[in-house]
């Protein structure tokens, strides 16, 4: 079973710019999950999607970061524009059941704003 | 305002003996724990959970402890190998109020002796 597929690994902008990270979840996974890891702390979830509807994003820098995930599968995460603190790992996860619990993370997206 | 708290940011251990990383969580709704891996440049895999009608659950080497009234969990790793050097992170849910995005501490960076 193919797991969680994130891109890019690595982006490097300068402030103000913007960018873009792509997830695609393990196949059946109604659930997906961006969450932002800061170095040094652990993963802060973003935002939540059951299907392609909003479950969460109350932690979300709605004036800045964007997300969405249309038809129900794959999703992007955006940020403009960046900002120095914007520096983190983007980290995509899913999951198939509320009965389990467990959330499968990708490798992540490291973004360094310059 | 942190919710989940692992106050110990390294523990090293030598190689064979118990191995034991503590969490401590401050919201009484969270209902739901997990303990995740994470390997660098990795993205953090799931090891063991535990709900909290429970109060221990064991896969193999590893066993989660739960005292819901301190609110505080830990996790043994019996006996430690080399392989089990990371960061472990905790996690909390509230899955009785339909809130499946994970909490997570500040991470532990285990390191293993021999």
């Known amino acids: 079973e193919a797991g969680v597929a994130q891109s890019p690994r690595y982006k490097i902008i300068e402030k103000r710019q913007s960018v873009a990270f792509w997830c695609n979840p393990i196949s059946g996974h109604a659930t997906l999950y961006w969450y932002q890891q800061i170095l040094g702390q652990g993963p802060k979830l973003l935002i939540q999607?059951?299907?392609?509807?909003?479950?969460?994003d109350s932690q979300l820098p709605k004036d800045r970061f964007s997300a969405e995930r249309l038809k129900g599968v794959d999703s992007t995460l955006k940020i403009q524009p960046a900002k120095l603190e914007d520096s983190a790992v983007y980290l995509c996860a899913s999951s198939s059941s509320r009965d389990t619990g467990e959330l499968f993370f990708g490798e992540g997206s490291r973004l360094t704003v310059l | 305002d942190q919710q989940v708290k692992q106050n110990s940011p390294s523990l090293s251990v030598q190689e064979g003996r118990i191995s034991i990383l503590n969490c401590d969580y401050t919201n009484s709704m969270f209902d739901y724990f997990l303990w995740y891996k994470k390997y660098p440049a990795e993205g953090p895999t799931f090891l063991i959970s535990i709900s909290s009608i429970k109060d221990k659950n064991e896969d193999g080497r590893f066993t989660v402890f739960l005292n819901k009234s301190a609110k505080h969990l830990s996790l043994h790793i019996v006996p430690s190998q080399p392989g089990d050097s990371a960061v472990y992170f905790c996690?909390?849910?509230?899955?009785?109020?339909?809130?499946?995005?994970?909490?997570f501490g500040k991470g532990t960076h285990l390191i293993i002796q021999p």
């Open positions: 996690a909390a849910s509230n899955r009785g109020g339909g809130a499946d995005g994970l909490t």
């Open positions: 999607f059951q299907n392609n509807g909003v479950v969460d």
